[in-house]
C-alpha cells in the first residue's frame, strides 16, 4: 500500500505542476470533508458509520459546456458489524484506509457555481482494522467467522460517482455518491483460511460524501 502511495503521489505531483502554466479555467482544488460508507450484502447486517476524505485535484474546461477534472483523494472510512463477545453483543467498528483517483467529466450549469458530475472511480483498498480485544468475536449472522475473518477485502474497487458540485469561484460544496460494481469481499470467496460458511462472500460499496474545495 505504501508503495502505490508513493507512485500516485509522484504522477500526481506531475500534472498538478503541468497544469501551473495553463490558463485560468484550469485550477487546482484543494479539498476535504466527511463520508458515510455501507456495504450491500446479504451475509451479515452492516451499519453505515461516519469516515472522512481528503486530497487534491485539477479542474478544466474541455469541451463546450464541459469540464473534466483529475483527482486523487485519501479517504478512512468505517462500518460496524455486530459480533458476539462471551454472552454480550457488541458492534464491532471497522475501519478501511483507501485511495481514489478519478478522471471525470462535469456538466457545466452555471459557470464557477453549479456543476454536475458523474463518472468512475478507481479505489485501492488497505486491508480491513478492527480492535485487537474484537479480533476474536464471532459475528452474529454468521456464527462460524469471527471478526477478524473478513478484514482482507477486494485490494482494487471500481466505483461509479454521480453528484454535484455548488458555490462560487474560490469555493465549492461538493456532494456525490459511489456505488461499488465489483465485489468488495471477493477475496474472500478464494481466501483458505477463512471458514466456508455454505455461500459466497458479496458486497457492494456505497459511499455518500460531502467535500468543500478551496480553489487556488
Known amino acids: 500500500m505504501k508503495k502505490v502511495l508513493i507512485v500516485l503521489c509522484a504522477l500526481f505531483s506531475i500534472v498538478v505542476v503541468a497544469q501551473r502554466g495553463h490558463k485560468d479555467s484550469n485550477r487546482i482544488g484543494i479539498s476535504g470533508g466527511l463520508t458515510q460508507m455501507s456495504i450491500f450484502t446479504d451475509n451479515f447486517n452492516v451499519t453505515p458509520q461516519q469516515g472522512w476524505t481528503g486530497g487534491f485535484h485539477v479542474r478544466g474546461n474541455f469541451y463546450n459546456d464541459w469540464q473534466m477534472s483529475f483527482g486523487m483523494f485519501f479517504t478512512y472510512s468505517n462500518f460496524s458489524v455486530q459480533t458476539r463477545k462471551v454472552v454480550s453483543v457488541v458492534d464491532t467498528n ?19 457555481h453549479f456543476n454536475i458530475e458523474f463518472g468512475p472511480v478507481l479505489q485501492i483498498n488497505d486491508k480491513l482494522v478492527i ?8 459475528l452474529v449472522d454468521q456464527p462460524l467467522l469471527t471478526a ?9 474497487n471500481a466505483n461509479i460517482y454521480a453528484g454535484i458540485n455548488v458555490g462560487v ?18 477475496s474472500l470467496n478464494s481466501n483458505e483460511k477463512v471458514p466456508n460458511i455454505g455461500e459466497k462472500f458479496k458486497g457492494n460499496l456505497g459511499i455518500a ?5 478551496i480553489y487556488l
Open 131 to 138: 480492535d485487537k480485544d474484537q479480533e476474536n468475536n464471532f
Open 169 to 186: 469561484k474560490n469555493f465549492r460544496l461538493r456532494l456525490g455518491y459511489q456505488y461499488g460494481v465489483n465485489n468488495f469481499f471477493n
Open 148 to 156: 477478524k475473518d473478513i478484514v482482507d477485502v477486494t485490494k482494487i
Open 94 to 112: 471497522y475501519k478501511l484506509s483507501a485511495v481514489q483517483i478519478y478522471i471525470m467529466p462535469g456538466y457545466v450549469i452555471s459557470q464557477n
Open 209 to 213: 460524501s460531502g467535500q468543500l474545495t
